[in-house]
């Protein structure tokens, strides 16, 4: 199976290649063409390709030229469009990095094209494939919980721009901590109950990294469903440059006969390093970006979650802009239908 990945925008990219190049049975091709934007230090285009020992196209046009059965997409956010647009007019599947897009306008074009063409448009939520996600699913289906009264969760990180600078940047990324990282959990709460959203509150700020971003650092979203279930979300950039983990995603179901609660990423030995001054983490679990990738590609195995789809991307995108909506007024907005 061919795969190319289009662009090195986003800071997963080189995990995706990295994974596709030690996949049985697939070819990597990678493509980095628009690089003007990227900020001093950034390491993109050849260069990267060449540090992992990755095939490289000069151009998108290459890319095509080539006949890949399938690529990712890694642009910035608001440059999702064009290239899964460009991926559905030469038939070929696409798995877009999250959210979906910067506007509902773009995201509705993007699912339409798609459809069109007959091809699968996937969009990239890892944290779907975790075991401990898997076991909420499992006891919450079951009915061992009982009916589901309340969710909180945490998804926070530190400021990526420190990586990628157009994540701060908010016309290519559409917002700052809200876009980012509300969406991770919202994809689990989407797939959990195939509920509607119907309300968002939202609060944000940029106390944190205070002069180092223009758009919000810390939020707290507080989403309402259909089923009655409502769920708070801190999607905060809260990591300090200093912490020894990028971020984590932690979640705690209340049901009326059980609680849950789940951490996507402790799979870890936790120390402390005394010859670098700080903490240590060592992972032992599963890679949920392998089983993403593998799952896009060859679909799920038995009794495995697949990957969101362009539907779910909407309707957490919905989400989003219904926070930034609400943000703004200081009052709960209704969610787009």
Not at 139 to 164: E, F, I, K, Q, Y
Not at 188 to 210: K, P, S
Not at 244 to 265: K, N, P, Q, Y
Not at 285 to 309: A, H, I, Q, Y
Request: glycine share 10%; net charge negative.
């Amino acid at each position: 199976m061919k795969v190319a990945v289009l662009s090195f925008a986003h800071v997963h990219a080189a995990t995706y290649l990295e994974l596709l190049r030690d996949m049985p049975g697939v070819e990597v091709l990678a493509s980095d063409p628009d690089t003007a934007g990227a900020a001093p230090g950034e390491v993109r285009g050849s260069d990267l390709a060449a540090s992992l020992d990755v095939p490289y196209a000069a151009t998108f046009d290459d890319v095509f030229a080539w006949q890949p059965d399938a690529v990712i997409v890694c642009s910035e956010n608001a440059r999702h469009r064009p290239l899964v647009e460009l991926a559905a007019a030469h038939g070929v599947d696409v798995l877009c990095e999250k959210p979906l897009a910067t506007t509902v306008a773009d995201g509705e074009a993007m699912l339409a094209a798609c459809r069109a063409a007959g091809v699968r448009l996937s969009i990239a939520h890892p944290v779907r494939f975790s075991p401990a996600y898997a076991a909420v699913k499992r006891a919450v289906t079951s009915g061992d919980t009982g009916r589901v009264l309340t969710v909180t969760g945490a998804n926070n990180g530190h400021l990526p721009s420190h990586l990628r600078q157009w994540f701060a940047d908010p016309e290519l990324a559409g917002g700052g901590a809200l876009m980012d990282h509300t969406v991770h959990l919202a994809d689990l709460l989407d797939d959990l109950f195939g509920a509607r959203a119907v309300e968002v509150y939202a609060q944000t700020n940029n106390l944190l990294y205070e002069g180092k971003a223009t758009v919000e650092t810390g939020g707290l979203v507080t989403v309402t469903y259909d089923n009655g279930v409502v769920a708070t979300i801190d999607c905060s950039w809260s990591h300090p440059r200093s912490h020894h983990s990028w971020g984590g995603l932690d979640m705690t179901v209340v049901g009326e006969r059980a609680t849950l609660e789940m951490d996507a990423f402790d799979q870890k030995v936790h120390g402390f390093s005394e010859r670098r001054g700080t903490g240590l983490e060592l992972p032992y679990g599963v890679d949920l970006d392998e089983r993403m990738l593998r799952t896009f590609l060859f679909g799920p195995r038995k009794g495995e979650v697949n990957v969101s789809d362009a539907e779910a991307g909407l309707r957490l995108l919905r989400i989003v802009k219904a926070g930034y909506a609400s943000a703004r007024a200081g009052a709960p907005v209704p969610v787009e239908d």
